[in-house]
């Protein structure tokens, strides 16, 4: 069976019950996946690609710095301009490490985010080169599996994904290389629990 890697201490950062609750605001998750997608930003250019106000995105910008999720990129800026980075390259979070209200913030915050980049990726289907029109796949599969055939499935499916190019790995990127976004979410289905 193959198993999920063990985050990198220098790259990643684990949630734990504080820091979880930085995240758990809806629109902190979605600052740091643009952070760490695109590289750094200003809180205004971060309000133009969310399409939210810059008053809201600058707030929520200090509040990750203060958690340690984001610092800033001083050699970008200027005195009025602060430029911002994503300190960590992923995060990890076990739901056994929080409360269960806390937890359900958090992992609906990042559904939230998912969901608007499927969004957005679905309005741009139109504009795309024709070489990346069927590249990609909005998929369901339902599957009647054990918990330890889940456990099994989630590690398979990791592993395969983890052994492409992460986004970071740039430099050796053939020239054609985008950033292709591949949400992993396996759950029991909701409402079968007593089946």
């Known amino acids: 069976m193959a198993t999920p890697l063990e985050p990198d201490p220098r790259r990643d950062v684990v949630l ?6 930085a995240l758990t605001h809806p629109l ?3 600052i740091l996946s643009a952070l760490r997608l695109h590289g750094p930003a200003t809180a205004s250019r971060l309000a133009a690609h969310l399409g939210v106000n810059t008053g809201a995105t600058s707030y929520h910008v ?3 710095a203060e958690a340690g ?8 800026g200027n005195a009025r301009d602060r430029w911002w980075r994503a300190a960590h390259a992923r995060t990890y979070f076990d739901t056994h490490d929080a409360d269960q209200e806390t937890s359900a913030a958090y992992l609906s915050a990042v559904a939230a985010g998912y969901a608007d980049n499927a969004q957005r990726a679905i309005a741009e289907i139109a504009t795309l080169p024709p070489e990346w029109e069927d590249a990609g796949t909005f998929s369901n599969f339902t599957l009647r599996l054990t918990p330890d055939e889940t456990t099994t499935l ?3 499916l990791t592993a395969v994904i983890r052994a492409y190019r992460p986004h970071q790995g740039t430099e050796d990127a053939p020239a ?3 950033p292709v976004s591949v949400n992993l979410e396996v759950f ?5 629990s007593d089946e």
Request: net charge neutral; hydrophobic share 45%; no cysteine.
């Open 16 to 21: 734990d019950a504080t820091t979880l609750k």
């Open 28 to 30: 902190r998750p979605r």
């Open 62 to 64: 200090r509040q990750l």
């Open 69 to 76: 999720f984001v610092v800033e990129a001083s050699e970008l």
């Open 154 to 156: 989630m590690a398979d």
């Open 176 to 178: 054609d290389a985008r």
């Open 188 to 192: 029991l289905a909701p409402g079968m």
